[in-house]
T-cell receptor
Framework: DTAVSQTPKYLVTQMGNDKSIKCEQNLGHDTMYWYKQDSKKFLKIMFSYNNKELIINETVPNRFSPKSPDKAHLNLHINSLELGDSAVYFC?????????????FGAGTRLSVL | AQSVAQPEDQVNVAEGNPLTVKCTYSVSGNPYLFWYVQYPNRGLQFLLKYITGDNLVKGSYGFEAEFNKSQTSFHLKKPSALVSDSALYFCAVSYSGNTGKLIFGQGTTLQVKP
């Protein structure tokens, strides 16, 4: 049983479309994260939620909107997709939003915007 | 500003030889340091962390790292490399009050040749 699962694994879409990526964790963790990995493999945090409450909101265009319906799920909705949004998006979770916690990552969603 | 540097894009090692992947950091206050590994088309997996205490930390798959406060370094080491260690390695830093935000280095590709 996968601990942190993301769907879809691959997403190919046209510029201007709206798309969502879903993430679920079955580890019983309180905190979840979204990261973006660009074409040079650089990883940067986008958002984090703790028990459905937004904790971290980095400088991300407001076309990106996270939603956490419960503490086991954190979805990412992207409006008006642009070429520069092409990347691999990783979801992660940790027991708490304490900086000493290990984060557990999903396998990633590869988004290609054409 | 808080940052992590991995000065080598790629490290090449022969199987059976020791390996070192370098990491230096810049953080205000006490750092919490992590190493993660990413295999192709997979999410990141936790290897080890330093929070406090003994400067030498041991982790998964025979890896270890040494925290050096004076040199602000946290180099990853393994006494005898395996071909299966070939992957992308990320160093990351956080600190108290950072609400779980991990700041990643740019990654180092480790290539272990038979």
């Amino acid at each position: 049983d996968t601990a942190v699962s993301q769907t879809p694994k691959y997403l190919v879409t046209q510029m201007g479309n709206d798309k969502s990526i879903k993430c679920e964790q079955n580890l019983g963790h309180d905190t979840m994260y979204w990261y973006k990995q660009d074409s040079k493999k650089f990883l940067k945090i986008m958002f984090s939620y703790n028990n459905k409450e937004l904790i971290i909101n980095e400088t991300v265009p407001n076309r990106f909107s996270p939603k956490s319906p419960d503490k086991a799920h954190l979805n990412l909705h992207i409006n008006s997709l642009e070429l520069g949004d092409s990347a691999v998006y990783f979801c992660a979770s940790s027991p708490l939003w304490d900086s000493t916690n290990i984060q557990y990552f999903g396998a990633g969603t590869r988004l290609s915007v054409l | 500003a808080q940052s992590v540097a991995q000065p080598e894009d790629q490290v090449n090692v022969a199987e059976g030889n020791p390996l070192t992947v370098k990491c230096t950091y810049s953080v205000s206050g006490n750092p919490y340091l992590f190493w993660y590994v990413q295999y192709p088309n997979r999410g990141l997996q936790f290897l080890l962390k330093y929070i406090t205490g003994d400067n030498l930390v041991k982790g998964s798959y025979g890896f270890e790292a040494e925290f050096n406060k004076s040199q602000t370094s946290f180099h990853l080491k393994k006494p005898s490399a395996l071909v299966s260690d070939s992957a992308l390695y990320f160093c990351a830093v956080s600190y108290s009050g950072n609400t779980g935000k991990l700041i990643f280095g740019q990654g180092t590709t480790l290539q272990v040749k038979p």
